[in-house]
């Protein structure tokens, strides 16, 4: 476009709008993840998303820690937890050991099947197994999977993950979901089945601010601090 002049300005000066108003609208910007939609419109500004800025991939990976794996964990852990998902043709997980200060990434693997979207399959027994493991920290001190999440998300494999999960103590299925207003988690009752609804946005929200702060020169150790396992898959990071 040519000849054609633009001006922005930020709704600070105007005379018809109140310092309250403008506070108001930044808080429903900040709680929806709308953060751009006020810089551009009510403070005529640029939006610059420091947050999800891509990191290199050299810095993440030099946050894996040489003293931390599944045979070595940190004896301020409380307990563990399981992130897992499903695929055709595996079954994919996390470990986590939760602390008060501190959340440590302490394994990830797959358990490969022919067909994960059936009960039948091998890897769901094998998951289970996993899950009854006598883990232990540096110190001795016992630890059991408190609990574990599996994405039910995928259509094909939803009744799968209902039927395993409904057999376990430990398992419960979660389904993610992109509300502005939820809390990061919210029991729910899908066709007889309890379920977990996991706001996607905020979960992604939270993972990148403790990945900002892990490789952050600032002084943060108020904050709750992220680790990674040296044994996570070479392209855990890409």
């Keep these: 476009v040519e000849d054609i002049m633009g001006y922005h300005i ?3 000066y105007s005379p018809i709008n109140s310092i309250k108003s403008i506070v108001q609208d930044f808080a429903e910007a900040h ?5 751009a939609s006020f810089y551009n419109n009510v403070l005529g500004l640029p939006w610059v998303d420091k947050e999800n800025t891509d990191h290199d991939l050299v810095l993440l990976e030099n946050l894996r820690d040489s003293s931390l794996d599944i045979e070595n964990i940190p004896d301020d852990v409380l307990g563990l937890v399981l992130g897992v998902d499903q695929q055709l043709d595996r079954i994919e997980f996390s470990l986590l050991g939760i602390s008060e200060k501190n959340l440590y990434v302490i394994d990830h693997r797959s358990i490969y099947s022919v067909d994960c979207t059936k009960i039948e399959a091998p890897a769901w027994n094998q998951l289970t ?5 006598n883990f232990k920290t540096v110190s001795g001190k016992p630890l059991k999977v408190l609990a574990g999440f599996v994405d039910s998300s995928n259509g094909n494999a939803t009744n799968t993950v209902y039927r395993y999960c409904s057999s376990s103590k430990v398992f419960k299925p979660i389904k993610g979901g992109g509300s502005a207003t939820n809390p990061l988690f919210k029991e729910s009752r899908t066709a007889g089945h309890n379920l977990i609804n996991l706001n996607v946005n905020l ?5 990148r601010q403790l990945v900002n702060r892990a ?11 992220i ?6 898959p ?4 890409m």
Excluded: C, P, W
């Design 10 to 12: 930020s709704r600070l």
């Design 31 to 35: 709680y929806t993840f709308d953060l």
């Design 129 to 133: 197994a996993f899950s009854q493991i």
């Design 203 to 207: 979960g992604k929200s939270n993972i």
């Design 215 to 225: 490789v952050s020169d600032d002084e943060n150790s108020k904050e709750v601090q």
């Design 227 to 232: 680790h990674f396992s040296h044994t996570l």
């Design 234 to 237: 070479d392209d855990y990071f």
